[in-house]
């Protein structure tokens, strides 16, 4: 009796494990869906569109067409963009400084002229058209990134001497340098106008040891420009300043 109670335990212990086995090993009804993409292919990364361009430095170029209406310098009296009557719009063109000469000559007032570009965000914060090439007559004039400037064994410092007629600033009023009755422009670094400020008065004499500023070749200055100076030292009320 006591050999056949045996019996059947071991023989109900091994059916419980086939049954235990049998449910690990029986195949997924249901497996999970395999990841897109063919082998090999590199999965977009989460929030990615695969269809378009995601930021970077490239931009998509637009060609304008119109006639130039006319020259436009910057604060520093450079020619740097032209306005373009594009249809009954009229848009601001902006160019590299140092083809100036080159575009002033070829597309003059009045030329017809085909603008490649792109839409950029200017230093003053409004939006320009900005060239990268321009078709005139046949010519085709290329925005090329320009040769490491030379500086000329001349740019020694001299000294320079007038008296304040007014202040310039840029477009949001603050004071970027200071203008002589002789047609010099000092330019400031902000942190000397911070501390030269409250001493600097129209009318009152300065004196200046600086460079002058030399445009690079291809740069058209606007006719009658100042003289701009780079300063190293400024001497207001008998103290001399060291500017750097």
Known sequence: MKSQIKKTAI????ALMSIV???QVRPNDNPPTPPA???GEMLPHPG?????????GLKVLTSLNGKVIAYQTNDRYIYNRFTLQNGSQVITVRFPEQLGKQLINAAAKGKSVTVKGFT????????????ASLSVDGTQIVDTPPSTPIVPVSATPGTFTGKINDFKRDQ???IRGLS???KVEIDLPPHAVEQLQPLLKTGDKVKVTGIKDTPPSGVVLESGA?????????EINGQTYLLR
Do not use: S, W, Y
């Not at 023989?11 to 091994?14: D, E, G, M, Y």
């Not at 990615?48 to 970077?56: D, P, T, V």
């Not at 965000?121 to 939006?127: A, W």
């Open 48 to 56: 990615r569109n695969r269809g378009g361009l995601e930021g970077g």
């Open 37 to 39: 993409g063919g082998p």
């Open 21 to 23: 086995t049998f449910a």
């Open 172 to 174: 949001g009023g603050a």
């Open 180 to 182: 002589l009755d002789n």
């Open 226 to 234: 100042p003289t701009i100076i780079h300063p190293e030292t400024i």
């Open 120 to 131: 950029d965000n200017g230093p003053d914060g409004v939006n320009v058209f900005q060239m």
């Open 11 to 14: 023989t109900a212990c091994f």
